[in-house]
């Protein structure tokens, strides 16, 4: 069964500060990563998706990468906003048989940028 | 930019009564999923449907959940006798043909009282 696990569960960091967010993943077949964005009490947007023969993807501040074979992924967040506060979720999908692919989710970063 | 809407975005209900929970998709997508997040956990998948049939499903999705597509619209998920465990934010997902990214509604929060 596959497992999601985000470290550290919460970051603080003084506006300005690039920081990096980690994800693990304990079965390797992955079909794709995607990192969310989740407000307080809000649904989750989708940042960056990575397909599994991917290394890594950019949007803007953030970078994504991906390592399959040692089940890692790290999102990289440039220059940090206070606007950027917020819960940073992790979710792979798996290879199978059928298409839905549905996700697994960490449980998430909550990250605050200080201004 | 297209987005999938969940209605409504907060229910209470009693405990034992059953509550129906709307999602309208992206226009042209075919795949649909529900997930949960229960108070300070995860993100869970509860169910997968495709081509007007259950797909996957979790677990958690016993007898007591359905879901549909009555109109071949709207994407519903039918708790028939809430308890209160099911209190939770329920999050509806859709996702394209040949498509690889899920794009998610806002969500409802059940109170179950």
């Known amino acids: 069964k596959q497992e999601v696990t985000q470290i550290p569960a919460a970051l603080s960091v003084p506006e300005g500060e690039n920081l990096v967010l980690n994800c693990s993943f304990t079965d390797s077949a992955i079909y794709n990563l995607q990192w969310f964005r989740q407000d307080p009490g809000k649904g989750l947007t989708s940042l960056l998706l990575?397909?599994?023969?991917?290394r890594e993807q950019t949007s803007g501040r953030l970078n994504a990468s991906l390592d399959k074979s040692s089940g890692r992924s790290t999102l990289y967040i440039a220059a940090s906003q206070p606007g950027d506060s917020a819960t940073y979720l992790c979710a792979v999908s798996r290879i199978s048989s059928g298409s839905a692919r549905q996700l697994t989710f960490g449980s998430g970063t909550q990250l605050t940028v200080l201004p | 930019e297209p987005e999938v809407t969940q209605t409504p975005s907060h229910q209470v209900t009693q405990m034992g009564q059953e509550v129906i929970l709307r999602c309208v998709p992206i226009?042209?997508?075919?795949?649909f999923y529900w997930y949960r997040q229960i108070l300070g956990q995860k993100v869970e998948f509860l169910v997968s449907?495709?081509?007007?049939?259950?797909?996957?499903k979790s677990e958690i999705f016993d007898d007591q959940f359905s879901v549909e597509r009555p109109d071949g619209s709207n994407f519903t998920l039918k708790i028939r006798s809430t308890k209160l465990e099911d209190s939770a934010m329920y999050f509806c997902?859709?996702?394209?043909?040949?498509?690889?990214?899920?794009?998610f509604g806002q969500g409802t929060r059940l109170t179950v009282v």
């Open positions: 990575i397909q599994s023969s991917q």
């Open positions: 226009s042209n997508h075919l795949y």
């Open positions: 449907f495709y081509n007007n049939e259950i797909s996957e």
């Open positions: 997902a859709t996702k394209g043909e040949g498509g690889t990214e899920a794009f």
